[in-house]
């Protein structure tokens, strides 16, 4: 890799940093939180809700799905579908990397075989067979920036809940640059 694609490609991560930061602000969320909330929070402001779910999905197969599925149109829905059987760590991740794709307006490809989700209401979902794309650096870089602030929270604990422990709270995540 050149230095101008290093270069390059540090200016698109800085780019998708402030993007999401700006995203994550307009969402109300201020302070690191676990992944379900964070979907929670978004789809407050998403064209449509953001889902996620535990399923059951083959263990030979996918830890995570992005489906956006519409039963009738007005029920539309993003579904962000992770392994149920998965450490809780594990699909945090999967989460934060699915969501790396919504929050990157990555395209849904045409399903075609979802038997066990009903397809006739799904147009479309999110499937890779290579994690060297830009579109899968993209995602893992949000991931990477969601699970680093989630981190955070749990590296700063205070007994009180008093003003001067917030405002210590918030000054040593800023520390730890979250956000």
Not at 6 to 31: C, M, P
Not at 61 to 81: H, K, M, Q, V
Request: glycine fraction near 6%.
């Amino acid at each position: 890799m050149s230095l101008r694609q290093v270069w390059r490609r540090n200016r698109e991560e800085a780019r998708l940093r402030r993007q999401l930061r700006s995203t994550l602000r307009r969402a109300g969320i201020a302070e690191p939180t676990d992944m379900l909330e964070v979907c929670e929070r978004l789809s407050a402001i998403w064209p449509v809700p953001i889902v996620a779910a535990p399923f059951d999905l083959p263990a030979h197969g996918p830890f995570g799905l992005t489906i956006r599925y519409a039963p009738e149109p007005r029920d539309e829905a993003i579904y962000i579908l992770y392994q149920r059987v998965a450490t809780p760590l594990h699909q945090q991740h999967v989460v934060a990397h699915e969501l790396g794709h919504v929050l990157g307006g990555h395209p849904l490809e045409p399903v075609n075989d979802l038997s066990e989700i009903d397809p006739s209401g799904s147009t479309g979902t999110l499937r890779r067979t290579s994690y060297n794309s830009r579109v899968e650096r993209e995602a893992e870089t949000i991931a990477t920036v969601l699970l680093g602030r989630a981190a955070a929270q749990e590296g700063v604990t205070l007994p009180s809940n008093d003003a001067r422990d917030h405002r210590l709270r918030r000054v040593l995540g800023d520390k730890v640059e979250w956000l």
